[in-house]
Each structure stands twice: as C-alpha cells, then as structure tokens.
C-alpha cells in the first residue's frame, strides 16, 4: 500500500511517499481502508518533530475515514464492512491504517466518510471549546482568531449556533467573506487592523468573555487584554510560534483572568466522552447545523503540497488527502 511517512523530521520535503505493506490487525485493532485522511497543524508540529513520535520512521496523519477490512481477535465492537472514523491515532495518510478499536466511532447514515474525516479533529475540538472549555452562553461575546481556518470556521458555527455574538479575526478580505458567512457578527482583518483597539471599540471597551486562540505567540497578549474581567483564555494552538513565557501576575492585574491551555484528548479520554462527543457532531452535520468547507482535496501523494499551502495561510477550511 502506499503511506507518507517521514524518516528524518523537517519542512515540508521531509514528507515522502512509500509502499508498505498493508498492516495486520492486532488483537485490539481493526484495519481500516482509508477513504479520506484529515491534514491537521498538528501533522505539521510531528513533521517538524516539535511533538515527537514514539518511534522513527513514522506515518503520519492523526485523522481519517473508511470502511473495516480486517478485526483483531478481541474485537467485538466493530465488524469486517462497517464505516468508522478516528482521529488522536498516527497512521492516516496511508491506504489502510491499523486504529485500536476502542478509538473508533460509528459513522451514522446522513454524513459522508468524507465528512467524517473531515469533522473528528477539528469538529470535536470546535465543540469541546464551545460547550466545555468554556460554556458559551446565548448573549456572550467570543473572539475567535484565524476564523476561517479549519476549527475556525467550525468554532464559528457552533458559537453562533449557541446564540453568542461572534468577533471574528481573519488575514484577507477573502477569509472574512467565509467567516461571515459561518456567522460572524464582526470581522477584523488583524494584518490590517490592531485587533486589541477593535475589539474594545466594538464591545464599548467591556471586553469580550473568551477568546479562542489557535494562532499563539503574534496574539496571545493582547488576546488578554481585551478579555472582560474574569474572562477566559483558550489558547488551544500555536499557528504562529510557540507563546513566550510570561509572568502570572499578569492575570491579576488584568482582571483577575483565567487562561486554559486545552488539548482534544483529554476532552475525548473515555470511550463514553468520545461517542458523545463525535455523536453529537455527526449529528449536527447531518442536522445541516455544522456546514464542513472541504474543498482543499489533494491525492495522497500530494501530501507535501497539502502542508505547504497549509502552513502558508493560503488554506480556509479543511483540507483532505485522498488515497
Ligand atoms: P488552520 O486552518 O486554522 O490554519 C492555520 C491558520 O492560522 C492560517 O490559515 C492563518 O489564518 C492563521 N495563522 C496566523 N498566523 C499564522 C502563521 N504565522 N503561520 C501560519 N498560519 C497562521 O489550521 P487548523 O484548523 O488545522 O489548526 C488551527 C490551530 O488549532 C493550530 O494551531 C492547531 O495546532 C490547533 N489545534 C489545536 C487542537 C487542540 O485540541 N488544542 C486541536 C486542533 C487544532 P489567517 O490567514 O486568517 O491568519
């Protein structure tokens, strides 16, 4: 079968195209023929080794889709046939991966497995942020950056689903379109615009009650200054660089704030938060709540032109690699 894998960590020619032979399922494993594979930052974070994969080579790619071709012995939860999705696994950009089984979720009637791949990473981390991190309630504002990226746009449509005002942060005229679109109430162009001085220009100077923040070390810190007091920071991902360290003091003196810093796997640790949460955003694509943008397709052996348009900022929501 054909895989990316990478052998030495690096840009993004470190990702390179092999055959392999099509894994065997271990008794805890069922093998899945990979319809669709999600392209995440975080593939480009484990391709640059700024996470580190457990073992040298790798194939990467922690997101995909498809149909069960093979189960391990102990596998009672899913069947030679079924339409699964997966995602927090290594392995996707390939034509089969090896998944454990208790990572699995049923894909339901109504949503295509290209949907699937395209809603398990950046879907379920939408909605974790909105519905757990922090609570987000009809009437409250939230400031979401890079709105017109992959868990942007999502985070948008759930924010704005809830009945909150959505401020929205994007780098062209071209992204603010699709963000107001997916129901952004404003819209700064923060390579144009201090988004510090807009955001408490349209919030009267109150402040905003959270701010979502994938882009990291360009906006964290005034990020924190056009919270309200007692708001919440979510610094969910580094687009941008790495946040520098900072003294906590801050927090204090800036309103007595709370900053979290959130990762998907421990909002889906358990088998049950995992189906509960894939459930309920399955369901909202087959609702027509949740409307995906997967027009970023590339072949799977186009997988280094899918990180460079990626980590280019050329991208706005999903991008797939089809095997
Ligand atoms: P996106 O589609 O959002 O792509 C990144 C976007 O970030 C760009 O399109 C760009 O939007 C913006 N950006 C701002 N500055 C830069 C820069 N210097 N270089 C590149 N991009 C920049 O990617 P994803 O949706 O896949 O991921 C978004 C972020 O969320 C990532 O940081 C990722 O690691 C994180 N993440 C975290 C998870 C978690 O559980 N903690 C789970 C999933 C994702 P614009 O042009 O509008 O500025």
Redesign the pocket.
Known sequence: MKAIQVKQVGGPEALELVELPVPHAKPNEAVVEVAASGV???DV?FREGRYKAAAMPFTLGQEGAGVVTAVGAEVNSVNVGDRVAWTMVHGSYAEFAAVPADKLVPIPKGVSERDAAATM??GM?AHYLTHDTFHLKRGQTALVH?A?????LLLVQMAHDIGARVIAT???EE?AKLAREAGADEIILYTQQDFEVETKRLTGGKGVDVVYD???K?TFEKGLNVLRPRGLMAL?????GPVAPFDLIQLSQKGSLYVTR???GAYIATREELIERSDAVFEMIAMGKLKLRAEHIYPLKDARQAHID??S?K?TGKLLLIP
């Open positions: 995440n930052f975080i974070y990473l950046q981390t890079a017109a990226g992959g868990v942007g994007v780098s062209t992204k994938s882009v990291g360009t969910y991902g580094a687009s941008s959130p990762a998907l990626l980590e900022r991208t």
